[in-house]
Structures are given as C-alpha cells and as structure tokens.
C-alpha cells in the first residue's frame, strides 16, 4: 500500500470558521509533510513531522496549525483563514535514509480549499 | 528563497519525441529528485539522484546531475500522450524538500 489518503478532497469556509484536514498513511514512514501549493506555482513546504516532533516549521502564520497524534496521521488545524490562504494543500509521507540519502516522497492528492 | 529555476516553463511535442527539461537550484544538496504533476493533483515521484552520482536511468527518463554548476536535467524518450503533466524538480537537505517552479508539458498525439 503506497497510497497517503488526503481529507476533504474539497473545503470551503469562511474567515470566522475552524477546519481541520486529515492525512493518513499505512507504509510506516517516519516523515510527515505539509504543502501548500497556490495555481500554476510549486508545493511549498509549511512543516515537517520526524517520529511524530514537528522538525521544520517554514515560518507559518499561527492561524495553520498541525498536529501528529501519531505516526500514521497528520492533521492540520486551520483557523481565521484569509482569502489569499486559498489553495491545494498537499500532505506527503517518507521513509528517509540517511545513508543512502533517500528521501522520496509519497504525495496524497491533495485538499482545495477555498476561504470566502 | 532557495527554489530552484526550471526552464522550458512550457514544452510542447509531438508524441514519439524526446522532451528535455533543466533545473538549476542554489544551495549545495543530499539529492535532486523528479517529480510528476497531472492536473494540479498529488505529484509522483519519478526518480533521484544523489549529489554523487551524475546520471541515472529509469525506464524512458534519464537523469544527469552537475554539481559544480547546481543543474541538472530529466530527458522523456519516445514520449507519449500520457506524459502530458507539470514536471518539477525538487532538491533536498537535511530533511527540507524544495521544488523547483516547474516545467508544463504537452505531448500532442
């Protein structure tokens, strides 16, 4: 099983809402990843879980907020969202080696979302 | 920013024709990696190269890797209709994966 399960496949909320989206993977990876990823632009990293620790947070605005409840799951909060947060946020799993200097991603599909 | 530069922004080929595609990056890396985008959904990963190595194939894609000049290269032989997505280069180190600003392909039948 290779597949990262990304929920909603769609969102849509207003400034005052609170969301969350989910990410699951099965593969036993250790690494977790959030993207954000505007129109005809490329993913940008926001964080990144190792063994369940947030490890890189890419100066994110408070108002996105992960969590790992553990290593299968990445959920990210999200709360008073503007307009210009509108995006596909694209969740990715790895197995990283060190040794070898391996770090392949293995992206979900990804959640629209929109913020009225 | 550290993202890298991909060029063409846009190719567009005959189907049967080989499709090269360039990335330059800036920082020193652990590897480069490809990546395949159809249609603004998840992207698959195509295939890596270590900072020590300088070209690597896998089945019709080839990749070459210049250190000394931070670039490197994806060449799709003998491409197909399917090939047709945004291709991005990604570099990585110590844990932090950035991509490149991609290159849109369209292979036409």
Redesign the interface.
Known sequence: DTE?TQTPKHLVMGMTNKKSLKCEQHMGHR?M?WYK?K?K?????MF?Y?YEKL??NESVPSRFSPECPNSSLLNLHLHALQPEDSA?Y?C?SSQ?DLW???????????T?LSVL | SQ?GEEDPQALSIQEGENATMNCSYKTSI??L?W?RQNS??????LI?I??NEREKHSGRLRVTLDTSKKSSSLLITASRAADTASY?CAT?RY????????TKLQVIP
């Open positions: 990262v690494a990843y990823q129109a632009k490329p993913p940008e990293l990144v190792s490890s890189i596909l694209l990715a990283e070898l200097a391996k770090n392949i991603q293995y992206f979900g599909a990804g629209r | 993202q652990n590897n990696q990546y603004g959904r998840g992207l698959v990963h890596l270590r900072s991005f990585e844990q932090k994966v950035t991509f490149g600003t991609g």
